[in-house]
Nanobody, 119 residues
Framework: VQLQASGGGLVQAGGSLRLSCVAS????????MGWYRQAPGKQRELVAG???????NYADSVKGRFTISRDSAKNTVYLQMNSLKSEDTAVYYC??????????????WGQGTQVTVSS
């Protein structure tokens, strides 16, 4: 199983970016999916998560600005980021709870995509 993230880049404060992450390989089903980020010198933190049923949760720092969504048919999770701030600068990682066989789930991570917000 591989998670391929894309969509990062350099953007000015107040701008927008959309991250995508596609899961591929031997996949039976996908449970929760999410985005994490890690800024230099800081611990990795949860940005947003979405369940298989579509329930979402967000870090307080991004509520009202970021929107997570998923296309289960495409094994893809998205993160729409609006009103970006310099403090959103980080490497963003996608994460998914994937079953390759019925009843057995494992955690998988993407390779990370850099988001840099200039002030």
């Amino acid at each position: 199983v591989q998670l391929q993230a894309s969509g990062g880049g350099l953007v000015q404060a107040g701008g927008s970016l959309r991250l995508s992450c596609v899961a591929s390989g031997n996949i039976f089903s996908i449970n929760d999916m999410g985005w994490y980020r890690q800024a230099p010198g800081k611990q990795r933190e949860l940005v947003a998560g979405i369940s298989r049923g579509g329930s979402t949760n967000y870090a307080d720092s991004v509520k009202g600005r970021f929107t997570i969504s998923r296309d289960s048919a495409k094994n893809t999770v998205y993160l729409q980021m609006n009103s970006l701030k310099s403090e959103d600068t980080a490497v963003y990682y996608c994460n998914a709870d994937i079953s390759q066989y019925p009843g057995r789930y494992n955690d998988f991570w993407g390779q990370g995509t850099q988001v840099t917000v200039s002030s």
